[in-house]
């Protein structure tokens, strides 16, 4: 066959894409393709690969085959660092890796020996301010309940007023005076609540809910300060609380503590490079699976709208966005095909109708309506690796992480404004992140760390769910619903699930290698990519400003982060190419005359 012009030509004859020609896949079987290809430029803080593709220096000889080739794990014992570490940071004598001086003696094996926790950095240590030293004697206290305190020992109460020298100093005999007096009976021993007299004194006790904050006053808990307590709501009354539920969930009739949808089954929408599919989460249909779309080559990211049943997906080997019925995967139409290799992250704006994604190659955060007619860099600087990004649009933020040489998670409006990092100490290659709208929680995945951890929009109450090599030796994407965290892991390539509060209860889904789809075997195929919870709720109703007429906005009208009552709810912008006018409004190509629309101002702010 003769191939086009468009179309690589491989040994075997047989015709490839033209694009396909050099992107580091094998894709004529024979690796015709990927031969005589110039080298790929890396950055100042990369090293290539034998494959071409360009990886983070700080990961050669790390034990981790990132170059997917073991190029990176080859002639380690005779290699000299790559760089000098910086500043804050020290090098494993015994890889080529640097890691921040931090993390030394932190319980964690950053270096892959684990030289970092051995005995040349940690036998003299110091211990970290919140931490203690534990010395070679015992320490030990008695319980005043049950136990006598003989100084360096205890003896059980019993023995205490028994006429017997039972601590040896003759202290647990303290004569008529104590041994035959119920301090309890004058003023309660001045015990708010409960006095409990022993043979040796008394002590102060409180009632359930309560607590000691001196010895004899009682305090009320607040058990709502406990994370997860309650599902959702915690009401904290005098010596108790109470649990409640939001709008559309009620509580669980086996566990009053907690909640559960009203409505609708939830599903798992899930992609693994070569098909999307969909996992029933209904006990009744016990974990039954069916392929959404079939064989896309490259599936990566992928979101949804619930209320129109439409998926968007990206595709690494096409190089595009594709949009498609949930029910009619195959009629797939391409959004945006332009410059977009390397895009892992894809969110969808379910109330005001745009798609936003990462672009790891370009380095950007782009958004475009739903035909991909208006498409508009929102940020183009200071980004290392972006990847993930999930959003908030009845709120207008968007937040995304960063798996750069300064790994990070940022947030921002959905209109570009208002940047700012929110997690930047503690992290080092984060994934995926989700957003739980109930809670106002973010959720994210770190498969350097092993773990997944949650924090408010603007990473405060920062918190660790769950650390686990074992669980989370590469984690990729997460979602959440109801108590649930849902994620993807690559080296294991299944959906695992836990507790979202604190990491228990933890269980395999699937094995994305092994499910059955519609009863056919299925076998083969890539690990797991994204994964979503299907559900009304994981999009939940809010107001579009935006309408009715397009907020005035002559092209694109974007949410604005809500950061008080009285800030505008959407901001008018331009897709690339084209400036915004000092109206606000109107977008017109560079150097062509501006006719100023009348009241401009005054109509944007009334919208």
Known sequence: ????????????????????????????????????????????????????????????????????????????ANQTAPYTCAEGE??????????????????????????????????????????????????????????????DHCIPMTLVCNGDNDCGDGRDELGEDVCGRNECEEFNGGCSQQCIDTKAGY???????????????????????????????????????KCECVSGYAKDPHDKHRCKAMEGHASLLFADYFDIRKISLDHQEARKVTAIVNETDGSTALDFVFKTGMIFWTDAKDKCIYKAPIDEGMKKEVVVKKDMTNTDGLAVDWIYNHIYWTNA?????????FNGDMRKTLFHRNLGEPRAIAIYPIEG??????????????????????????????????????????LRKLYW???????????????????????????????????????????????????????????????????????????????????????????????PNGTNHCTPLNGLCTHLCLPAPQLNPSVPKITCACPDG??????????????????????????????
């Open 1 to 76: 066959a003769t191939c086009t012009s468009e179309q690589f030509t491989c040994s075997s004859g047989k015709c490839i894409p033209l694009m396909w020609h050099c992107d580091g896949d094998n894709d004529c079987d024979d690796n015709s393709d990927e031969k005589q290809c110039p080298p790929k430029d890396c950055s100042a803080h990369e090293v290539r690969c034998d494959n071409s593709t360009c990886i983070m220096s700080s990961w050669l000889c790390d034990g981790e085959n990132d170059c997917e080739d073991l190029s990176d794990e080859e002639n380690c």
């Open 90 to 151: 020290i090098k494993c004598d015994r890889s080529l890796i640097c890691i921040q001086r931090s993390f030394l003696c932190d319980g964690d094996m950053d270096c892959p020996d684990g030289e970092d926790e051995g005995d040349r950095y940690c036998s003299s240590a110091p211990c970290p301010d919140d931490s203690f030293r534990c010395g070679d004697t015992r320490l030990s206290a008695c319980n005043p309940q049950l136990e006598f305190d003989c100084g």
């Open 203 to 241: 002590y102060c006790a409180c009632n359930e809910g309560f607590m000691l904050v001196d010895g004899t006053q009682c305090q009320d808990i607040n058990e709502c300060l406990e994370p997860g307590l309650c599902s959702q709501l915690c009401h904290n009354l005098k010596g108790t609380y």
């Open 361 to 369: 190659d370009n380095n950007t955060v782009e958004v475009a309506d």
């Open 397 to 438: 933020w968007m937040f995304w992480t960063d798996w750069g040489v300064e790994a990070k998670i940022e947030r921002a409006g959905m209109d570009g404004n208002h940047r700012e990092p929110i997690v930047t100490k503690d992290i080092r290659w984060p994934n995926g992140i989700t957003v739980d709208f109930v």
């Open 445 to 539: 995945v770190d498969s350097k760390k092993h773990t997944i951890s949650s924090c408010n929009f603007d990473g405060s109450d920062r918190r660790v769910v769950l650390f686990s090599k074992e669980h989370l030796p590469h984690p990729f994407s997460i979602t959440v619903f109801e108590d649930t965290i849902y994620w993807t892991d690559w080296t294991k390539g299944a959906i695992l699930k836990a507790n979202k509060f604190s990491g228990k209860e933890l269980v395999l889904v699937s094995h994305a290698h092994s499910v059955s789809i519609l009863n056919n075997a299925y076998s083969g195929g890539e690990s797991p990519m994204t994964v979503h919870v299907y559900h009304s709720y994981r999009q």
């Open 578 to 607: 084209l400036l915004l006018m000092s109206d606000g409004l109107t977008c017109e190509r560079p150097g062509k005359p501006f006719k100023s629309f009348d009241n401009a101002s005054t109509l944007l702010n009334a919208v």
